[in-house]
T-cell receptor, first 113, second 114 residues
Framework: AQSVTQLGSHVSVSEGALVLLRCNYSSSVPPYLFWYVQYPNQGLQLLLKYTTGATLVKGINGFEAEFKKSETSFHLTKPSAHMSDAAEYFCAVSPSNDYKLSFGAGTTVTVRA | NAGVTQTPKFRVLKTGQSMTLLCAQDMNHEYMYWYRQDPGMGLRLIHYSVGEGTTAKGEVPDGYNVSRLKKQNFLLGLESAAPSQTSVYFC?????????????FGDGTRLSIL
């Protein structure tokens, strides 16, 4: 069984500041890791994913995430926040031998002008 | 590029009424999923299907039924709606193959049970 913990349900950043969203997971087998973004009244869109290989993963809209096996973490960052980054972000995990996802509770990002 | 389409987008029901939510995908995906999204709880898997004619229970299946009569459609049914089923429901699909395939989501159905 796997679980996903997102630290902080709300994050507020100033425009141009660093965005850091934290995700920790527990998994009994090597996991695949995903970050999704949800804009208001829309479905979830894939930001990036880690499967194998390079532990630093680049995604869309300037986001990236680093897989740290020793820390069981997959934190999401963006060097400079833009107003359009205001959304809810979900970390998700699937074991490498399964296709079902387990989601974190989500982190809502607000961007201050 | 329709992707995953959910019908209806909004619905208000009275306790005890029944309804069916429809999900249609045009990507020829084998796998389909139904989730519910509640504040502070992320998305929780209700039921899923790995192919036409097959369904399986997810994390929170009670009070729901599903059917996958055609590969492109996945229906979610509420036989006797309860206020606890007030939620936003999302359908998703993914292709067969390596388990690292991302899921593609619809825009959701917002359901209120009075």
């Amino acid at each position: 069984a796997q679980s996903v913990t997102q630290l902080g349900s709300h994050v507020s950043v100033s425009e141009g500041a660093l965005v850091l969203l934290r995700c920790n997971y527990s998994s009994s087998v090597p996991p695949y890791l995903f970050w999704y973004v949800q804009y208001p009244n829309q479905g979830l869109q894939l930001l990036l994913k880690y499967t194998t290989g390079a532990t630093l993963v680049k995604g869309i809209n300037g986001f990236e995430a680093e897989f740290k096996k020793s820390e069981t973490s997959f934190h999401l960052t963006k060097p400079s926040a833009h107003m359009s980054d205001a959304a809810e972000y979900f970390c998700a995990v699937s074991p490498s031998n399964d296709y079902k996802l387990s989601f974190g509770a989500g982190t809502t990002v607000t961007v201050r002008a | 590029n329709a992707g995953v389409t959910q019908t209806p987008k909004f619905r208000v029901l009275k306790t005890g009424q029944s309804m069916t939510l429809l999900c249609a995908q045009d990507m020829n995906h084998e796998y389909m999923y139904w989730y519910r999204q509640d504040p502070g709880m992320g998305l929780r898997l209700i039921h899923y299907s790995v192919g036409e004619g097959t369904t399986a229970k997810g994390e929170v299946p009670d009070g729901y039924n599903v059917s996958r009569l055609k590969k492109q459609n996945f229906l979610l049914g509420l036989e006797s709606a309860a206020p606890s089923q007030t939620s936003v429901y999302f359908c998703a699909s993914s292709p067969r193959g390596p388990t690292n395939q991302p899921q593609h989501f619809g825009d959701g159905t917002r359901l209120s049970i009075l």
